[in-house]
């Protein structure tokens, strides 16, 4: 995959999720206001802000694949007799399966959205659009992984995020 590609995807999904963030706060935001101010509540609020809230954390989710913050247990990787690298990279092998069933899990749900439709009920919105997150952001989390390995055993950059920062930040002090 090219560099550029890459490059705009991580851009896209930073934008993707901080505008889902935007809209999940300025909807409860408005819902707040509306109700207990105004004294009116906002029929359509709960779904907007459901959607705008499922969208940041599948969007998020592939983000924090990418720079490594994604949720981890590594206490049974530090008590094998393997390498790390190489028990991650086996962990990241399972996660890139289990990420590929579930993209054609969520294609197959938007296939069937589509020929049965199903709508959302305060917006009238086909749940299909919805749903489209589903295997876009399992198809690029599975991209961050590879990625992320890739730059782990060709540059040696940490596969988990803040490991390493000491070293980092020592190399850095005895440089200066």
Do not use: C
């Not at 993209?103 to 749903?131: D, E, K």
């Not at 961050?144 to 390493?164: F, N, T």
């Amino acid at each position: 995959m090219s560099r550029r590609f890459l490059t705009a995807a991580s851009k896209l999904e930073l934008v993707v999720a901080n505008l889902s963030l935007a809209l999940l706060v300025a909807v409860l935001g408005a819902q707040i206001v509306f109700r207990y101010i105004l004294g009116i509540g906002l029929s359509w609020s709960e779904e907007v802000s459901r959607f705008a809230f499922v969208w940041f954390v599948y969007i998020s989710a592939s983000l924090a694949a990418q720079r490594g913050s994604h949720i981890r247990v590594t206490l049974f990787a530090r008590l094998l007799p393997l390498n790390d690298r190489l028990i991650f990279l086996i962990a990241d092998a399972i996660w890139v399966v289990f990420n590929a069933f579930v993209v054609i899990a969520g294609i197959l749900l938007i296939q069937r959205t589509i020929a049965y439709p199903v709508y959302s009920t305060s917006l009238f919105l086909p749940l299909a659009y919805i749903y489209t997150v589903i295997p876009i952001a399992h198809a690029l989390m599975i991209v961050r992984i590879v990625e992320r390995q890739w730059r782990s055993w060709k540059y040696g950059i940490p596969l988990i995020a803040g490991e390493g920062a000491a070293e980092e930040k020592a190399a850095r002090e005895n440089r200066a």
